[in-house]
């Protein structure tokens, strides 16, 4: 079924058709609907890496009430992970794209997952709407972000209105043990938002933070020196996930992300200091 799928969409037929195929990921298999041109994405799940790390971080996801907070859910692929890897773990997830969050909503009804709530909106300092800008064609294009200008030298493609809130206005479980957050720029207002839970229930923390590239691009290096500020005044130590190849390698521990433009280093886990001895341990770092 999926070489006939993937036929459809290069004969640019996909849009007509909605079918449902199979993933088979970490020994587990998953039901993987198509609409239109809807879900492909996840007929091959990108950085695995990823479930690596989790199931590294085993620990801690199988901790009593644990819950796994993913910010920027776009069409569910650290889910399937997520999933993969601990089928029985609590997930909630926000995603202001309404594209994403009706195609989420079929994947979750598809493999009739338990203990998963989606919330249709974006995290931001204050209730309101803000612009989603779209750089590529795709309804439902990973790179979109609610920074205004993140990207100068990309075409938007398209931009939408999408709901924001302040994490305090909306009902999230309190034992937050893991929380991801894959924003497009958007990093700094979701962990702000997220401080007090951070303080409180000392999660684990991976974020992706794109390249600075030079020192030129004098916002997104003064929104990374504000998060590496924000994490070291909440106990955090930073370690850059190493993934040559796509393929989890190691976590190597840093004082400063600085300016770089390697797009591979984008990956960062964030450790409670309480935590600290032992993902060394686990991690066998020195």
């Known amino acids: 079924m999926q070489f006939i799928a993937k036929v459809l969409r290069k004969l640019r037929l996909a849009r007509y058709f909605n079918q449902r195929v199979s993933l088979f990921e970490n020994g587990r298999v998953f039901k993987v609907p198509l609409l239109g041109d809807l879900g492909y994405g996840n007929l091959s799940l990108t950085e695995p890496w990823m479930t690596s790390l989790f199931k590294r ?15 920027g859910v776009n069409i569910g692929q650290t889910l399937l992970k997520l999933r993969s890897a601990f089928p029985d773990a609590r997930y909630v997830g926000f995603e202001p794209n309404p594209t994403c969050v009706y ?22 300092g204050k ?43 909306l009902t999230i479980p309190e034992r ?44 997104r290096l003064e929104r990374q020196e504000t998060i590496e500020r924000l994490m070291r005044d909440l106990g955090y130590r930073c370690y ?11 976590l190597v521990p840093i004082d400063s992300i600085g300016i770089h433009s390697k ?24």
Do not use: C
């Open 57 to 71: 971080l085993s620990s801690i996801f199988e901790e009593d009430g644990f819950v796994f907070v993913d910010v």
């Open 127 to 169: 209730a309101t709407v803000l612009s989603l800008n779209l750089y590529g064609d795709q309804n439902d294009d990973s790179a979109a972000s609610l920074i205004e200008n993140f990207r100068p030298d990309q075409r938007v493609y398209r931009s939408i209105h999408v709901p924001v809130f302040p994490v305090d206005m």
């Open 240 to 250: 850059r996930v190493m993934h040559p190849n796509g393929n989890f390698a190691e």
């Open 263 to 286: 797009v591979e280093w984008s990956d960062y886990l964030w450790v409670p200091d309480d935590r600290d001895t032992r993902i060394r341990e686990w991690f066998a770092i020195k």
């Open 176 to 219: 937050i043990g893991f929380l991801k957050i894959d924003v497009e720029g958007a990093e700094l207002d979701v962990l702000q938002g997220f401080a007090p839970q951070l303080r409180d229930f000392r999660p684990v923390v991976l974020t992706e933070i794109l390249p600075v590239y030079n020192d030129e691009n004098v916002a």
């Open 103 to 124: 195609y989420v909503n079929a994947l979750i009804d598809a493999n009739a997952f338990q203990n998963v709530s989606v919330y249709p909106v974006g995290i931001s």
